[in-house]
């Protein structure tokens, strides 16, 4: 059974920095596509960012291009979202996902939530002007 354990959100005022962990267990993530999603209370379930576990490519949404960085530890099995120069409307709960995937399947179906079938718990980031 995988198991995804978000942390690392918090409040932070505008221009600030978080750093998210997602410590992934339960399996080997060699063939997964690990992302980062967020959902804002009345908004849909958005990407902000994607890594190819085996490889470490990497995709980010236009919003957060620039500012956000994932990565991975696969020491640790954790992969991060370093989000710097935050504002308030990257306020959300953040999910942590994990699925299996083809690097080519993972390259064009990155976005897509449904490619994703296990999730963490979220964690709050709430960013004040």
């Known amino acids: 059974q995988v198991q995804l354990v978000e942390s690392g959100g918090g409040l932070v005022q505008a221009g600030g920095s978080l750093r998210l962990s997602c410590a992934a267990s339960g399996r080997t993530f060699s063939n997964y596509g690990m992302g980062w999603f967020r959902q804002a209370p009345g908004k849909e379930r958005e990407f902000v960012a994607a890594?190819?576990?085996?490889?470490?490519?990497?995709y980010y949404a236009d919003s957060v291009k620039g500012r956000f960085t994932i990565s991975k530890d696969n020491a640790k099995s954790t992969v991060y979202l370093q989000m710097n120069s935050l504002k308030t409307e990257d306020t959300a709960v953040y999910y942590c996902a994990a699925g299996i995937m083809s690097q080519i399947r993972f390259s064009v179906r990155y976005y897509q939530p449904t490619e994703y079938a296990y999730w963490g718990q979220g964690t709050q980031v709430t960013v004040s002007s």
């Open positions: 890594i190819s576990w085996s490889l470490g490519v990497t």
